[in-house]
């Protein structure tokens, strides 16, 4: 084998990530978490230089130990003051994952979440400790800055409930994602805040314990809205009365999916926090400009659809089969029958009709 010249070694050695540019380096630390962002920025001058010019920052405030060590989280502080002192240079995204059961935790969250004042903040609550299916970490709310106008909610434990959001950027807040493991409870607090600017509202992967309304009350300019994977707890409705939605997405494949009868049986090993099988008691719409529907694997009571606009885009993904089954083993199994899923398909039909103007119909399929 031909030993490598003395230049190919030298180039193979050579430092190349330091010859880029200060921008795409900037990208590049972005992407590292803390525990590896301060041991890089310390290698020169110049890294450390590049972290106050850093755009996005994330800080895992928990650990998995029990025992929570603020000087580690004070460091982390720390840190973030020394990136905001350069005004030059704006934050564009903050991600925080912390605690709700850690008042420490929650106390430095809160005052990095002022003092970044990012144009997006992503927050992932959880709990340190274990709770039951019937106990919550308790009502929480969250102070907005000025320049946050996207925020992501991505709760990691079902005793962390959604928080009532305030402060000067509630009203400026243009994009809202509540993600991840929760309870939307009758108190829901995002449906009683007045959020006047928003205009992208996602929900999922939570529990409806309670029905949910989305009104032009709270939130007059919302355009797009999407439920996924939203199960329940309870017989639930979910009402939509928005006079400026363009588009609507709903889909529950995870928690209303059917299998074929024919199928071997399977059975389930179900807690009972969610439902085995999703089904919404009532699913109301009123959207006199919305363009675009989308209904997959999401199955109703009863559908009322008062209003909409002219319809461009339509889906509708409905099965008949045999749902889920809990266990314990001898459950009898349930159906959904073909008749359900028709009068499903014709309820939704029914409502959409007025806005169903196709210019021709060759495209409009059945599968």
Known sequence: ??????????????????????????????????????????????????????????????????????????????TLRRRCADHHH???????????????????????????NATKLVL?????????????????????PPATIELQLLPFSFAVLPPRIHGAGAGTLRSLTLLGATVV????????????SLEDLHIGECALAASISVTSDTMPRLKHLRFTEVSVKADVAITVLADDLRTL????RRYSRTESPSEPLSYLCHGGFLAVFTKYSLFRLRAPKLT???????YADEVRIDAV????DVAIEVAAG???????????PKYVTTQQRDKLVTDILQGLMPGLQPRTWKDVTRR
Do not use: N
């Open 1 to 78: 084998m031909e030993k490598p010249s003395q230049h190919q070694t030298i180039e193979e050695e050579e430092d190349h990530i330091s010859k880029l540019p200060d921008d795409v380096l900037v990208h590049i630390l972005s992407l590292c978490p803390y525990r590896i962002l301060m041991p890089t920025v310390s290698v020169s001058k110049r890294w450390a230089r590049l972290l106050s010019q850093l755009p996005d920052l994330t800080f895992c405030l928990s650990m998995l130990v029990d025992t929570p060590s603020e000087e580690r989280v004070q460091s982390m502080a720390r």
């Open 185 to 196: 409870r009758h108190d829901f607090p995002l449906a009683a805040t007045v959020l006047p």
């Open 292 to 298: 675009v529907f989308e209904w997959r694997c999401c």
């Open 124 to 144: 992932t609550p959880h709990m340190g400790k274990k709770f039951s299916h019937d106990t919550d970490a308790g009502a929480w709310s969250l102070q907005l």
């Open 309 to 312: 606009g002219r319809l461009t």
């Open 322 to 332: 045999r749902t889920p089954t809990p266990m314990p083993i001898g459950t009898e």
């Open 249 to 252: 997405r709903m889909s529950c």
């Open 90 to 116: 704006t934050i564009k995204m903050l991600r925080l994952v912390y605690r709700k059961d850690v008042a420490m935790e929650c106390r430095y969250a809160d005052d990095m979440i002022a003092l970044a």
